[in-house]
């Protein structure tokens, strides 16, 4: 069961969006949410202060003014935002007490969470320059958590696509996802992607039957020799609420390492990713 959620935040339409996500999640689960707020400054590899009140943040001194005043800005918005969402929603949350610190700190500090909530193309330099998912990527690469990577905008979750293949991967993606789920209604399609139906059918069967234990209960299953990501964008995709995948999901069984599907719906950004590690 999930208990403690890490929140990365910066200042943008999808750190709004995870916040709303963070305290959906938690409230339905009882879980508590620790924030971050994480800002890159260019040429500066530490925190830029120490959140001493809610309200007082203690710079540190080598700080120039152009970036205490942006970036006090950002951290009270950020900090007021957040407390407003968790006390309509009545969800336990902490904030972290370095500020402003560079997003490399994320890999760290999120070793002792359940899940991470960020956004698809969330940003973390102080002074943007438009949005990119290279933050999300590198997140991937070196955090040891599942992620939920979300929209710039919430909706409730209730009809959830699960790209399976039988790999290690989307095996832990499946095991994460069941274990948070809290499965209420929601709809499932299951789509496995298999050269030899036996197999897949048979993986069909077992991956019910492990969500089903979790309380899953409306499902369609499917599989396909082709391209899995085809066959959810065909029948499924506009429906969807949430694609759960794994880290190195593939296109088909031959090509693990060519064609990530992964990759591909985080560069589209059009659906919230639910991502096993």
Not at 22 to 43: M, P, Q, Y
Not at 81 to 88: F, G, H, P, Q, Y
Not at 221 to 229: F, P, Y
Request: net charge positive; proline share 2%.
């Amino acid at each position: 069961m999930l208990k403690r959620i890490f929140l990365p935040l910066e200042n943008s339409p999808y750190t709004l969006a995870a916040i709303k996500y963070a305290c959906f999640i938690s409230k339905r689960l009882n879980a508590k949410v620790t924030a971050g707020i994480f800002l890159d400054v260019e040429k500066r590899n530490k925190s830029l202060g120490i959140l001493k009140t809610d309200t007082h943040i203690e710079w540190a001194k080598d700080v120039n003014k152009e970036v205490i005043s942006e970036a006090e800005d950002t951290v009270k918005f950020l900090i007021s935002t957040l407390r407003k969402n968790c006390a309509k929603n009545e969800v336990k949350f902490s904030i972290e007490k370095e500020i402003g610190q560079p997003s490399k700190n994320i890999y760290d500090l999120s070793k002792y969470y359940d899940l991470i909530i960020t956004g698809l193309k969330s940003d973390f330099r102080l002074f943007k320059k438009g949005f990119t998912s290279e933050y999300l990527k590198k997140m991937l690469s070196y955090s040891v958590t599942p992620v939920f990577a979300v929209l710039d905008h919430f909706w409730a979750v209730k009809n959830i696509i699960i790209a399976y293949d039988g790999s290690n991967s989307a095996a832990r993606a499946l095991q994460r996802f069941s274990h948070i789920a809290n499965f209420r209604g929601h709809k499932i399609r299951l789509l496995m992607s298999s050269n030899n139906n036996i197999l897949a059918e048979g993986n069909i069967k077992k991956a019910k039957e492990y969500l089903m234990a979790y309380g899953a209960k409306n499902f369609i299953s499917e599989w396909t020799k082709k391209d899995i990501l085809k066959l959810a964008r065909s029948k499924y995709f506009d429906s969807a609420d949430l694609i759960v995948l794994g880290l190195h999901s593939k296109r088909n069984i031959r090509d693990f390492f060519v064609g990530s599907v992964t990759e591909s719906l985080i560069e589209e950004a059009q659906k919230p990713l639910f991502i096993g590690i």
